[in-house]
């Protein structure tokens, strides 16, 4: 299977100081295109001795500092993140012939941050977070049900659902960011912002 991309490029001069903003330029493109779950990233961690593992996870902030998930803190990602506290993502933009790579140290967001975003949540997903004991393994569907309506009983309608003590979440505070843009003939383009000191260099790299 081959595909010709073709639907635009990528130029040094148009790019943003820094790479938040540019990614929130190409973020927004991509939110007005329809694309579906765009803030959705491929999140890659590895243990200690160097095991990868990667999985799909829903961006839910992204500012000056980095870029923001939450997860269950038992779960093999958190776990990955405990013993080795760096991270690669990669925003797979497949409709506008497009990709965001990311790489950087991660940091454990603050307790009121977690608390705040948990809040906005719907309040089924809210209870799914306690119901599940992720990553572990489990005998059937069914247990997930049972925690799941044993949770609905502990905090009925009309109740706060609290924060799990065993959740949170996670910034990964970018060292490098590539903007990845399909060109003809397989001469994509790959512009990256890698920090130095407190400063970002743009450099282009070979496709």
């Known amino acids: ?102 790489t950087g140290e991660v940091q454990a967001l603050a307790d009121d941050e977690v608390a705040g975003y948990f809040a906005s949540r719907p309040r089924d997903a809210q209870l799914g977070a306690w119901a599940s004991d992720q990553s572990a393994v489990i005998g059937g569907r069914e247990v997930l049900e049972e925690r799941f309506a044993a949770a609905a009983a502990r905090w009925p309608d009309g109740t706060t659902v609290p924060v799990p003590p065993f959740w949170g979440g996670f910034l990964v505070v970018p060292a490098a960011v590539e903007f990845w843009q399909g060109r003809e003939s397989r001469l994509h383009d790959r512009l990256r912002y890698r920090r130095n000191g407190d400063a970002w260099v743009l450099e282009r790299l070979a496709p």
């Open 1 to 102: 299977m081959r595909r010709v991309y073709a639907l635009g490029g990528l130029h040094e001069g148009d790019m943003a100081d820094e790479p938040l903003r540019q990614f929130q330029r190409w973020f927004d493109d991509a939110v007005a295109a329809g694309l579906p779950e765009p803030n959705a990233m491929v999140v890659a961690t590895s243990t200690r001795d160097g095991v990868p593992a990667a999985r799909t996870v829903l961006l839910k902030s992204c500012d000056e500092r980095g870029f923001g998930f939450y997860t269950n803190r038992g779960s093999a990602k958190a776990r990955d993140l405990a013993d080795n506290p760096r991270a690669a993502l990669l925003f797979p933009w497949h409709e506008l012939e497009r990709q965001v790579r990311v």
